[in-house]
Protein backbone atom coordinates (compact mmCIF):
# COMPACT_ATOMS: atom_id res chain seq x y z
CA UNK A 1 0.00 0.00 0.00
CA UNK A 2 1.36 3.38 -1.08
CA UNK A 3 1.66 6.04 1.44
CA UNK A 4 -0.85 8.26 -0.39
CA UNK A 5 -3.77 5.42 0.57
CA UNK A 6 -2.02 4.40 3.80
CA UNK A 7 -3.11 8.23 4.80
CA UNK A 8 -6.24 7.84 3.66
CA UNK A 9 -7.58 4.64 5.52
CA UNK A 10 -5.92 6.09 8.17
CA UNK A 11 -7.96 9.40 8.36
CA UNK A 12 -11.14 8.36 7.38
CA UNK A 13 -11.06 5.18 9.99
CA UNK A 14 -13.06 3.03 7.59
CA UNK A 15 -10.86 0.14 6.35
CA UNK A 16 -13.28 -1.95 4.36
CA UNK A 17 -13.32 0.82 2.14
CA UNK A 18 -10.03 -0.61 1.01
CA UNK A 19 -11.91 -3.34 -1.19
CA UNK A 20 -14.09 -0.68 -2.97
CA UNK A 21 -11.34 1.66 -3.95
CA UNK A 22 -9.01 -0.51 -5.34
CA UNK A 23 -10.20 -2.03 -7.88
CA UNK A 24 -11.60 1.35 -9.10
CA UNK A 25 -7.77 2.46 -9.10
CA UNK A 26 -6.84 -0.06 -10.98
CA UNK A 27 -8.88 0.33 -13.94
CA UNK A 28 -7.78 3.49 -13.92
CA UNK A 29 -5.74 3.63 -17.35
CA UNK A 30 -6.17 7.63 -18.10
CA UNK A 31 -3.02 9.43 -18.04
CA UNK A 32 -2.36 11.16 -15.00
CA UNK A 33 -1.73 14.37 -17.18
CA UNK A 34 -4.68 14.25 -19.07
CA UNK A 35 -7.88 16.73 -17.35
CA UNK A 36 -11.09 14.66 -16.81
CA UNK A 37 -14.42 15.81 -16.45
CA UNK A 38 -17.26 14.61 -14.13
CA UNK A 39 -20.36 13.32 -15.26
CA UNK A 40 -23.29 15.78 -15.91
CA UNK A 41 -26.39 15.96 -13.22
CA UNK A 42 -29.32 14.76 -14.45
CA UNK A 43 -33.01 15.35 -12.38
CA UNK A 44 -33.27 12.97 -9.85
CA UNK A 45 -29.68 13.07 -8.79
CA UNK A 46 -28.04 13.15 -5.70
CA UNK A 47 -26.02 16.02 -4.39
CA UNK A 48 -24.28 15.67 -1.34
CA UNK A 49 -23.82 18.59 1.15
CA UNK A 50 -20.80 19.15 3.17
CA UNK A 51 -19.11 21.74 5.00
CA UNK A 52 -15.41 21.80 4.44
CA UNK A 53 -15.48 25.16 6.29
CA UNK A 54 -17.58 27.15 8.68
CA UNK A 55 -20.11 26.42 10.88
CA UNK A 56 -23.80 26.01 10.06
CA UNK A 57 -26.82 26.13 11.31
CA UNK A 58 -30.41 23.15 10.98
CA UNK A 59 -31.87 25.74 9.06
CA UNK A 60 -29.48 25.67 6.58
CA UNK A 61 -30.15 22.71 5.86
CA UNK A 62 -33.39 22.64 5.64
CA UNK A 63 -33.12 25.32 3.18
CA UNK A 64 -31.03 23.44 1.24
CA UNK A 65 -33.44 20.22 1.17
CA UNK A 66 -36.15 22.92 -0.62
CA UNK A 67 -33.81 24.58 -3.11
CA UNK A 68 -32.44 21.67 -4.90
CA UNK A 69 -35.86 19.78 -4.48
CA UNK A 70 -37.24 22.71 -6.62
CA UNK A 71 -34.12 21.73 -9.00
CA UNK A 72 -35.32 17.95 -9.44
CA UNK A 73 -32.36 17.37 -7.29
CA UNK A 74 -32.21 14.86 -3.93
CA UNK A 75 -29.45 15.69 -1.24
CA UNK A 76 -27.44 13.60 1.18
CA UNK A 77 -26.10 15.42 4.22
CA UNK A 78 -22.43 14.70 5.31
CA UNK A 79 -21.79 13.06 8.36
CA UNK A 80 -19.88 15.80 9.96
CA UNK A 81 -21.79 18.59 8.75
CA UNK A 82 -23.10 20.33 11.60
CA UNK A 83 -19.84 19.76 13.66
CA UNK A 84 -18.51 22.25 15.57
CA UNK A 85 -14.67 22.47 16.57
CA UNK A 86 -14.00 26.20 17.42
CA UNK A 87 -14.99 28.58 14.43
CA UNK A 88 -14.55 25.22 12.31
CA UNK A 89 -17.31 22.99 11.14
CA UNK A 90 -15.37 19.88 12.67
CA UNK A 91 -12.62 18.56 12.79
CA UNK A 92 -9.61 18.82 9.91
CA UNK A 93 -10.17 15.28 9.67
CA UNK A 94 -13.89 14.86 10.13
CA UNK A 95 -13.88 17.45 7.41
CA UNK A 96 -11.83 15.61 5.12
CA UNK A 97 -13.42 12.32 5.68
CA UNK A 98 -17.07 13.96 4.84
CA UNK A 99 -15.34 14.63 1.48
CA UNK A 100 -13.72 11.08 0.83
CA UNK A 101 -16.96 9.59 1.69
CA UNK A 102 -19.13 11.61 -0.71
CA UNK A 103 -16.58 11.07 -3.98
CA UNK A 104 -16.29 7.25 -3.01
CA UNK A 105 -20.40 7.25 -2.48
CA UNK A 106 -21.60 5.81 -5.94
CA UNK A 107 -25.57 7.41 -4.96
CA UNK A 108 -24.14 11.09 -4.58
CA UNK A 109 -23.16 12.66 -8.44
CA UNK A 110 -22.01 16.16 -7.12
CA UNK A 111 -20.32 17.60 -4.20
CA UNK A 112 -21.54 20.98 -2.61
CA UNK A 113 -20.23 23.25 0.28
CA UNK A 114 -22.54 24.64 2.15
CA UNK A 115 -20.85 27.84 2.86
CA UNK A 116 -17.48 28.89 2.70
CA UNK A 117 -15.92 31.19 5.36
CA UNK A 118 -12.45 29.34 6.49
CA UNK A 119 -10.89 26.31 7.15
CA UNK A 120 -10.34 24.41 3.64
CA UNK A 121 -6.57 25.15 3.23
CA UNK A 122 -6.06 23.22 6.33
CA UNK A 123 -7.88 20.21 4.70
CA UNK A 124 -5.37 20.25 1.29
CA UNK A 125 -2.63 17.89 3.05
CA UNK A 126 -4.82 15.31 4.47
CA UNK A 127 -7.34 14.66 1.16
CA UNK A 128 -6.49 11.73 -1.53
CA UNK A 129 -5.97 13.26 -4.95
CA UNK A 130 -5.88 9.33 -6.15
CA UNK A 131 -8.51 8.46 -4.68
CA UNK A 132 -10.93 11.47 -6.01
CA UNK A 133 -9.49 11.26 -9.68
CA UNK A 134 -10.81 7.98 -9.81
CA UNK A 135 -14.56 8.84 -8.09
CA UNK A 136 -14.55 12.14 -10.70
CA UNK A 137 -17.86 14.33 -9.77
CA UNK A 138 -18.63 17.49 -9.76
CA UNK A 139 -17.42 20.01 -6.93
CA UNK A 140 -18.95 23.17 -6.38
CA UNK A 141 -18.41 26.31 -4.05
CA UNK A 142 -16.88 29.91 -3.76
CA UNK A 143 -15.21 31.57 -1.36
CA UNK A 144 -13.19 29.71 0.96
CA UNK A 145 -14.03 26.84 -0.99
CA UNK A 146 -11.65 28.11 -3.67
CA UNK A 147 -8.56 26.08 -1.89
CA UNK A 148 -10.48 22.62 -2.31
CA UNK A 149 -11.23 23.94 -6.82
CA UNK A 150 -8.16 24.46 -7.18
CA UNK A 151 -6.10 22.03 -5.19
CA UNK A 152 -8.45 19.13 -6.68
CA UNK A 153 -8.14 20.51 -10.17
CA UNK A 154 -4.28 20.72 -9.58
CA UNK A 155 -3.64 17.42 -8.00
CA UNK A 156 -6.46 15.19 -9.63
CA UNK A 157 -6.52 16.66 -12.60
CA UNK A 158 -10.29 17.18 -12.66
CA UNK A 159 -12.40 20.19 -13.67
CA UNK A 160 -14.15 21.96 -10.72
CA UNK A 161 -16.54 24.35 -10.61
CA UNK A 162 -16.77 27.97 -8.78
CA UNK A 163 -20.45 28.61 -8.17
CA UNK A 164 -23.48 28.88 -5.65
CA UNK A 165 -23.07 27.53 -2.67
CA UNK A 166 -25.99 25.41 -0.79
CA UNK A 167 -26.30 28.76 1.16
CA UNK A 168 -26.70 30.84 -1.67
CA UNK A 169 -29.58 32.76 -3.31
CA UNK A 170 -30.55 30.62 -5.97
CA UNK A 171 -32.36 32.65 -8.33
CA UNK A 172 -33.11 32.65 -11.87
CA UNK A 173 -29.67 34.11 -13.17
CA UNK A 174 -27.48 31.51 -10.85
CA UNK A 175 -30.14 28.52 -11.51
CA UNK A 176 -30.19 28.88 -14.89
CA UNK A 177 -25.87 28.76 -16.00
CA UNK A 178 -25.92 25.87 -13.34
CA UNK A 179 -28.49 24.42 -15.09
CA UNK A 180 -27.20 24.90 -18.77
CA UNK A 181 -23.73 23.71 -17.62
CA UNK A 182 -24.03 21.06 -15.12
CA UNK A 183 -27.06 19.22 -16.35
CA UNK A 184 -27.26 19.97 -20.29
CA UNK A 185 -23.46 20.39 -20.98
CA UNK A 186 -23.58 23.28 -22.63
CA UNK A 187 -21.14 25.32 -24.36
CA UNK A 188 -22.34 29.43 -23.16
CA UNK A 189 -20.90 32.75 -23.59
CA UNK A 190 -20.99 34.23 -19.94
CA UNK A 191 -22.77 37.75 -20.21
CA UNK A 192 -23.40 40.03 -17.51
CA UNK A 193 -27.37 40.45 -16.63
CA UNK A 194 -28.33 43.75 -17.37
CA UNK A 195 -28.74 45.32 -13.72
CA UNK A 196 -26.60 47.90 -12.53
CA UNK A 197 -24.44 45.33 -10.75
CA UNK A 198 -23.85 43.74 -14.51
CA UNK A 199 -21.96 47.03 -14.78
CA UNK A 200 -18.39 46.69 -16.38
CA UNK A 201 -15.15 48.82 -16.46
CA UNK A 202 -12.54 47.34 -19.44
CA UNK A 203 -9.14 47.45 -18.25
CA UNK A 204 -7.11 46.31 -21.06
CA UNK A 205 -9.06 46.08 -24.48
CA UNK A 206 -8.49 42.09 -26.57
CA UNK A 207 -9.43 38.68 -26.85
CA UNK A 208 -7.71 36.21 -25.14
CA UNK A 209 -7.83 32.29 -24.39
CA UNK A 210 -7.01 29.88 -22.18
CA UNK A 211 -7.77 27.84 -18.90
CA UNK A 212 -9.42 29.71 -16.18
CA UNK A 213 -7.87 29.24 -12.92
CA UNK A 214 -8.99 31.29 -9.85
CA UNK A 215 -11.43 31.84 -7.03
CA UNK A 216 -11.32 34.03 -4.22
CA UNK A 217 -8.02 36.48 -3.55
CA UNK A 218 -7.47 35.96 -0.09
CA UNK A 219 -7.57 32.29 -0.43
CA UNK A 220 -5.19 32.11 -3.82
CA UNK A 221 -2.60 34.60 -1.76
CA UNK A 222 -2.92 32.53 1.23
CA UNK A 223 -2.19 29.21 -1.31
CA UNK A 224 1.38 30.95 -3.00
CA UNK A 225 4.30 28.96 -2.48
CA UNK A 226 2.03 25.43 -1.36
CA UNK A 227 2.02 22.94 -3.47
CA UNK A 228 -1.68 22.79 -4.58
CA UNK A 229 -2.02 25.82 -7.11
CA UNK A 230 -2.27 24.51 -11.13
CA UNK A 231 -0.42 26.08 -13.98
CA UNK A 232 -0.21 29.51 -14.96
CA UNK A 233 1.09 29.64 -17.99
CA UNK A 234 -0.86 31.24 -20.86
CA UNK A 235 -3.97 30.67 -18.47
CA UNK A 236 -6.63 32.99 -17.09
CA UNK A 237 -6.99 34.71 -13.92
CA UNK A 238 -10.11 35.21 -12.58
CA UNK A 239 -10.57 36.34 -8.71
CA UNK A 240 -13.04 38.07 -6.76
CA UNK A 241 -13.53 39.39 -2.72
CA UNK A 242 -15.28 40.50 -0.16
CA UNK A 243 -15.00 42.98 2.55
CA UNK A 244 -11.49 43.74 1.65
CA UNK A 245 -10.09 47.16 1.68
CA UNK A 246 -8.31 48.75 -1.16
CA UNK A 247 -4.80 48.69 0.11
CA UNK A 248 -5.23 44.89 0.99
CA UNK A 249 -6.38 44.14 -2.28
CA UNK A 250 -3.14 45.98 -3.61
CA UNK A 251 -0.80 44.01 -1.36
CA UNK A 252 -2.67 41.10 -2.35
CA UNK A 253 -2.30 41.10 -6.01
CA UNK A 254 1.81 43.01 -5.49
CA UNK A 255 1.70 39.42 -4.24
CA UNK A 256 0.80 37.63 -6.84
CA UNK A 257 2.81 39.73 -9.62
CA UNK A 258 6.26 39.27 -6.84
CA UNK A 259 5.15 35.28 -6.70
CA UNK A 260 5.66 35.69 -10.88
CA UNK A 261 2.04 34.75 -11.73
CA UNK A 262 0.68 37.82 -13.03
CA UNK A 263 3.67 37.62 -15.86
CA UNK A 264 2.36 34.35 -17.01
CA UNK A 265 -1.03 34.65 -17.29
CA UNK A 266 -3.22 35.24 -20.71
CA UNK A 267 -5.77 37.23 -19.12
CA UNK A 268 -7.20 38.76 -16.52
CA UNK A 269 -11.02 38.75 -14.69
CA UNK A 270 -11.68 40.41 -11.54
CA UNK A 271 -15.72 39.61 -10.75
CA UNK A 272 -16.76 41.69 -8.20
CA UNK A 273 -14.95 42.94 -4.81
CA UNK A 274 -18.04 43.19 -2.49
CA UNK A 275 -17.97 45.77 0.54
CA UNK A 276 -14.28 46.74 -0.99
CA UNK A 277 -13.95 49.94 0.71
CA UNK A 278 -11.53 52.94 0.94
CA UNK A 279 -10.96 53.42 4.81
CA UNK A 280 -8.41 55.72 4.71
CA UNK A 281 -7.30 59.25 2.68
CA UNK A 282 -5.31 59.59 0.62
CA UNK A 283 -6.14 56.10 -0.95
CA UNK A 284 -6.24 55.23 -4.23
CA UNK A 285 -9.47 53.81 -6.08
CA UNK A 286 -10.00 49.92 -6.42
CA UNK A 287 -9.89 50.87 -10.40
CA UNK A 288 -6.57 52.58 -10.23
CA UNK A 289 -5.10 49.86 -8.45
CA UNK A 290 -6.17 47.51 -10.97
CA UNK A 291 -5.06 49.61 -13.66
CA UNK A 292 -1.58 50.11 -12.01
CA UNK A 293 -1.23 46.07 -11.76
CA UNK A 294 -2.79 44.89 -14.91
CA UNK A 295 -2.71 47.37 -17.72
CA UNK A 296 1.23 46.87 -17.90
CA UNK A 297 0.62 42.87 -18.84
CA UNK A 298 -0.68 44.25 -21.80
CA UNK A 299 -3.54 41.46 -21.32
CA UNK A 300 -7.07 41.31 -22.13
CA UNK A 301 -8.88 42.18 -18.78
CA UNK A 302 -11.69 44.21 -16.90
CA UNK A 303 -13.57 44.51 -13.78
CA UNK A 304 -17.36 43.43 -12.68
CA UNK A 305 -18.02 40.19 -13.88
CA UNK A 306 -20.85 38.02 -11.92
CA UNK A 307 -18.10 36.14 -10.17
CA UNK A 308 -18.17 36.30 -6.38
CA UNK A 309 -20.42 37.28 -3.33
CA UNK A 310 -23.51 38.44 -5.56
CA UNK A 311 -26.96 37.11 -6.12
CA UNK A 312 -26.11 36.75 -9.71
CA UNK A 313 -23.90 34.08 -10.01
CA UNK A 314 -21.97 32.25 -13.20
CA UNK A 315 -20.55 28.69 -12.79
CA UNK A 316 -17.33 28.60 -13.65
CA UNK A 317 -15.59 25.50 -15.06
CA UNK A 318 -12.34 25.72 -13.23
CA UNK A 319 -9.31 24.04 -15.71
CA UNK A 320 -11.62 24.47 -18.51
CA UNK A 321 -10.23 26.55 -21.72
CA UNK A 322 -12.27 29.33 -22.69
CA UNK A 323 -11.99 32.51 -24.68
CA UNK A 324 -12.55 35.77 -22.90
CA UNK A 325 -13.66 39.62 -24.76
CA UNK A 326 -12.24 42.35 -22.14
CA UNK A 327 -13.82 44.85 -24.63
CA UNK A 328 -17.38 43.07 -24.01
CA UNK A 329 -17.18 41.20 -20.72
CA UNK A 330 -17.76 38.14 -21.98
CA UNK A 331 -16.23 34.09 -20.84
CA UNK A 332 -16.33 32.09 -23.73
CA UNK A 333 -16.68 28.54 -23.27
CA UNK A 334 -14.30 26.42 -26.48
CA UNK A 335 -15.79 22.42 -24.67
CA UNK A 336 -17.98 21.44 -22.22
CA UNK A 337 -17.43 21.05 -18.86
CA UNK A 338 -19.14 17.72 -18.11
CA UNK A 339 -19.19 14.45 -19.73
CA UNK A 340 -22.82 14.07 -21.29
CA UNK A 341 -23.48 10.39 -22.48
CA UNK A 342 -21.26 9.65 -24.96
CA UNK A 343 -21.28 12.96 -25.84
CA UNK A 344 -19.04 15.20 -24.57
CA UNK A 345 -20.51 18.30 -25.95
CA UNK A 346 -23.69 20.01 -26.53
CA UNK A 347 -23.39 23.51 -28.46
CA UNK A 348 -25.10 26.55 -26.88
CA UNK A 349 -25.54 30.12 -26.78
CA UNK A 350 -26.17 32.53 -24.21
Given amino acids: MNI ?12 SLLTQIAPTIAQNTISPLTIIKPPRLKI ?8 PAGIIENQ ?11 LGLNIKIGTHILDRHGYLAGTDINRTKDIHLMFTDPSVKAIMAMRGGWGCNRLLPLLNYSLI ?43 DYFQRILFDGELLTME ?28 IAAMIGSAYLPSWHNNILFVEDIG ?9 LTQLKNAGILNQISGFIFGQCTNCQVS ?11 QQHIQPLNIPAWYGSMIGHVKDKFTIPVGLKVEIDADYGTIKMLEASVMVGDREQVTGNR
Fill in 4 to 15: NRRQFITTLGVS
Fill in 44 to 51: GDTIGLIS
Fill in 60 to 70: DIENAKETFQK
Fill in 133 to 175: RSYPKIIIGYSDITSLLLAINARSRLITFHGGVATSTWNKFTV
Fill in 192 to 219: NSSTPEGNIEKITPGQAQGKLIGGNLSV
Fill in 244 to 252: EDVYRIDRM
Fill in 280 to 290: EQPSFTLKQIL
